[in-house]
């Protein structure tokens, strides 16, 4: 066993959701992830939780799709639906074999699973604005994101457990750190309205008025590292191209461009998968309209790996996700989707708000 596995089942128990004695802790993972899923049952029941493990694999999911009716894929299991309403906390960790499981899979039965949890989504987004689920995402390096990556599974496992501070002697106070610096930024947005994003790939307006920005310092995702908001429904006006591939049900999508109209996405193009990409932003209402707006802070993660946990906190770029938006922020938006889109703000770019010079070039200027 990896000590650093264990330091990082610690962290996601002892300080992203705080396990409390008696608290019911639904643990989500891959079979490949056992070695972290185990640590983290022990330190469950260490804190006086009680834990409950769902096990999950890319066959069986591949499975499941690829052989349900439209009435099955339609159907909602009791057991999610309780886990929603009554789970104190969840700790998902994520694994795979292979990152294009899906990829053979209809794009339109994926909507359709999708869009039949969509009350189950809001029912844990409501519960989770509300303190009520405590939550937190994280993954277990193996050799298919190592792939990904361009890296070597020993590369990778150190870039996993170096972002999320389990090679520390004192990880806790690393994301204190974390968390003071970015509240800095969160007490500066406070009350303020009109941001404008411009760059070679972006030129955008949109409002924050009334919106809340939220400090990610490691209680949500393991690793964290970014500042978001849901911006005013129908405000956003503008278009952006995304410079980095999205991933989504075992998917890429690249060369991603979007044109905004009152908030609404009205022309959306990818260079690759392109009828995937507009199957998602079809499936309901909400899922053209952004839910999302954030800042990448961790400026310790400078890699694109294809993956978003990681990649959508990279210090120097924003990323945006069309679809369901955190009640917490004072997002009204609804819909089955959240998919976070990256563009780079290194060159050349910056982020004016109420006319005032915020963040230039990949870094936050004046008083940060």
Same mark, same amino acid.
Request: with cysteine; hydrophobic share 40%; charged share 25%.
């Given at each position: 066993?990896?000590?650093?596995?264990?330091?990082?089942?610690?962290?996601?128990?002892?300080?992203?959701?705080?396990?409390?004695?008696?608290?019911?802790?639904?643990?989500?993972?891959?079979?490949?992830?056992?070695?972290?899923?185990?640590?983290?049952?022990?330190?469950?029941?260490?804190?006086?939780?009680?834990?409950?493990?769902?096990?999950?694999?890319?066959?069986?999911?591949?499975?499941?799709?690829?052989?349900?009716?439209?009435?099955?894929?339609?159907?909602?299991?009791?057991?999610?639906?309780?886990?929603?309403?009554?789970?104190?906390?969840?700790?998902?960790?994520?694994?795979?074999?292979?990152?294009?499981?899906?990829?053979?899979?209809?794009?339109?039965?994926?909507?359709?699973?999708?869009?039949?949890?969509?009350?189950?989504?809001?029912?844990?987004?409501?519960?989770?604005?509300?303190?009520?689920?405590?939550?937190?995402?994280?993954?277990?390096? !193996?050799? =298919?994101? *190592?792939?990904?990556?361009?890296?070597? +599974?020993?590369?990778?496992? &150190?870039?996993?457990? /170096? @972002?999320? #501070?389990?090679?520390?002697?004192?990880?806790?106070?690393?994301?204190?750190?974390?968390?003071?610096?970015?509240?800095?930024?969160?007490?500066?947005?406070?009350?303020?309205?009109?941001?404008?994003?411009?760059?070679?790939?972006?030129?955008?307006?949109?409002?924050?008025?009334?919106?809340?920005?939220?400090?990610?310092?490691?209680?949500?995702?393991?690793?964290?590292?970014?500042?978001?908001?849901?911006?005013?429904?129908?405000?956003?006006?503008?278009?952006?191209?995304?410079?980095?591939?999205?991933?989504?049900?075992?998917?890429?999508?690249?060369?991603?461009?979007?044109?905004?109209?009152?908030?609404?996405? !009205?022309? =959306?193009? *990818?260079?690759?998968?392109?009828?995937? +990409?507009?199957?998602?932003? &079809?499936?309901?209402? /909400? @899922?053209? #309209?952004?839910?999302?707006?954030?800042?990448?802070?961790?400026?310790?993660?400078?890699?694109?790996?294809?993956?978003?946990?990681?990649?959508?906190?990279?210090?120097?770029?924003?990323?945006?996700?069309?679809?369901?938006?955190?009640?917490?922020?004072?997002?009204?938006?609804?819909?089955?989707?959240?998919?976070?889109?990256?563009?780079?703000?290194?060159?050349?770019?910056?982020?004016?708000?109420?006319?005032?010079?915020?963040?230039?070039?990949?870094?936050?200027?004046?008083?940060?």
């Amino acid at each position: 066993m990896d000590p650093r596995t264990q330091k990082l089942a610690q962290i996601l128990v002892n300080y992203s959701i705080q396990v409390k004695p008696g608290d019911w802790v639904v643990v989500n993972g891959n079979v490949l992830a056992l070695p972290l899923v185990n640590e983290v049952v022990r330190a469950v029941l260490e804190a006086g939780g009680h834990p409950n493990v769902l096990l999950s694999s890319d066959e069986l999911n591949e499975t499941s799709l690829r052989y349900s009716s439209e009435e099955q894929l339609k159907w909602v299991s009791p057991v999610a639906r309780l886990i929603y309403e009554k789970a104190d906390a969840t700790i998902g960790i994520n694994a795979t074999a292979n990152t294009r499981a899906l990829t053979g899979i209809d794009p339109q039965k994926q909507a359709i699973r999708q869009n039949a949890r969509r009350d189950l989504t809001q029912l844990f987004m409501e519960r989770a604005a509300k303190g009520e689920l405590r939550w937190v995402g994280t993954l277990y390096p !193996v050799p =298919a994101f *190592a792939q990904e990556a361009d890296m070597s +599974l020993r590369e990778y496992e &150190d870039f996993v457990y /170096g @972002a999320t #501070y389990a090679d520390q002697d004192d990880p806790v106070a690393k994301w204190m750190e974390v968390h003071n610096r970015q509240q800095r930024l969160v007490d500066w947005l406070k009350g303020k309205d009109r941001v404008e994003v411009r760059g070679p790939n972006v030129d955008l307006t949109l409002s924050i008025k009334d919106r809340v920005f939220i400090n990610a310092d490691g209680e949500k995702n393991m690793p964290d590292g970014e500042i978001f908001t849901g911006p005013v429904e129908d405000s956003v006006n503008g278009w952006v191209r995304f410079t980095y591939p999205a991933l989504r049900g075992g998917m890429e999508v690249d060369g991603v461009e979007f044109r905004f109209e009152a908030g609404k996405v !009205v022309q =959306a193009t *990818a260079k690759k998968n392109q009828e995937y +990409l507009l199957t998602q932003l &079809d499936s309901d209402e /909400g @899922a053209r #309209y952004l839910g999302e707006f954030a800042i990448g802070t961790n400026y310790g993660i400078q890699k694109f790996t294809k993956n978003i946990l990681f990649d959508e906190k990279i210090g120097g770029t924003i990323h945006m996700a069309v679809g369901a938006g955190y009640p917490e922020t004072g997002s009204k938006n609804r819909s089955a989707v959240h998919w976070d889109f990256i563009c780079d703000m290194r060159d050349d770019s910056e982020i004016l708000v109420d006319g005032e010079l915020f963040y230039k070039n990949g870094e936050f200027v004046g008083v940060f």
